[in-house]
């Protein structure tokens, strides 16, 4: 018996799209795809994808974020165009000699992980962090693109951090946890209602740590606020979010999806495209429609998280 190698099988849009017209028998096989039918079935596509999204699950799109806090900075906005800086992977080093007010570079332990075009962040002697994008390395001297020099001095040994990737408007946030000194505590995660009642939000002292956040979820970004405003800019928060699919936009693109979620794809597409072709009076389109509702809940099943269960007796006091 010959097995394959393989254990991968992927689907390109348009294969997805091809498919759902073929269950439909839509066109003839002499017949090709043409530009307009293609276009509504990826807009379909698309949306139908998006919609899965409220399911909220998707393992396979919780990430860890990282987010850079600021000093005396309580609120922070998560997206691609953000001031803020939040991203999925980062390094970090040290600086390995002072790097004085007004200089357009930082010379630093280890550059090895940085390239032209990425964000660095330098603790500064004042605890505040000054962001700028990379123009060059050379050997461990970073370069500042213009417009870009330190605001005030940063001593060897001040910890910088660097990344390439802006993180994007996330759809959900989980949890949370802050990192300080490589240890890392669970912050508490607020609803709205508890964050409003918090009388001092924008207050800081000299030991303020973050211990409580609130995912403030909006259209086009979502607003971090965390409790109390942070001292200094030492404290990393972790936080485990949902990303969103990406859009399936060109003939080659993928669905972000697993391989076993490729079937209920190709037949829910389909039964959404029935309607507009006058398939949904066929005789089998109920069935198509039967196997398209079974092979989505075979993949939410699917889409299931492996842990522990806790139990606990029930208490009018708890």
């Not at 994007?168 to 669970?186: A, K, M, T």
């Not at 995660?189 to 924008?202: A, F, G, Q, T, V």
Request: glycine share 6%; net charge negative; aromatic share 12%.
């Amino acid at each position: 018996m010959t097995i394959s190698s393989s254990t991968i099988y992927k689907s390109t849009k348009y294969q997805l799209i091809l498919d759902a017209f073929n269950e439909l028998n839509t066109f003839g096989p002499d017949i090709e795809l043409d530009a307009d039918n293609y276009e509504f079935a990826g807009r379909l596509l698309n949306r139908m994808i998006k919609s899965w999204m409220n399911y909220g699950c998707n393992l396979w799109l919780r990430k860890t974020a990282i987010l850079f806090t600021k000093k005396y900075q309580n609120t922070y906005s998560l997206s691609l165009t953000s001031n803020d800086h939040a991203t999925l992977s980062y390094n970090s080093s040290t600086l390995s000699s002072d790097a004085l007010i007004g200089s357009v570079y930082v010379i630093l332990t280890d550059a090895s992980t940085i390239s032209s075009g990425d964000y660095i962040g330098i603790i500064l002697d004042s605890q505040d962090i000054y962001w700028a994008t990379v123009l060059s390395v050379v050997g461990n001297q970073v370069n500042f693109n213009a417009g870009y020099s330190l605001p005030s001095q940063a001593t060897a040994g001040n910890v910088n951090y660097s990344y390439t990737t802006k993180l994007d408007n996330p759809l959900i946030v989980y949890e949370g946890v802050r990192r300080r000194d490589n240890i890392d505590v669970q912050l508490s995660m607020w609803s709205y209602d508890e964050y409003l009642r918090i009388p001092n939000k924008d207050s800081s002292t000299s030991t303020s740590i973050p211990v409580a956040f609130f995912p403030d979820k909006q259209l086009d970004e979502m607003i971090i606020r965390v409790w109390p405003a942070p001292m200094d800019s030492s404290t990393v928060v972790k936080l485990l979010i949902g990303q969103r699919a990406h859009n399936i936009d060109s003939n080659a693109d993928e669905a972000e999806f697993p391989q076993e979620w490729h079937e209920a794809i190709v037949f829910g597409l389909a039964v959404r495209l029935a309607p507009a072709y006058g398939k949904h009076k066929d005789a089998g389109f109920q069935s198509l429609a039967a196997l398209a509702q079974g092979s989505l809940e075979n993949a939410k099943a699917f889409d299931a998280e492996l842990g522990s269960i806790y139990f606990k007796p029930e208490s009018k006091y708890a």
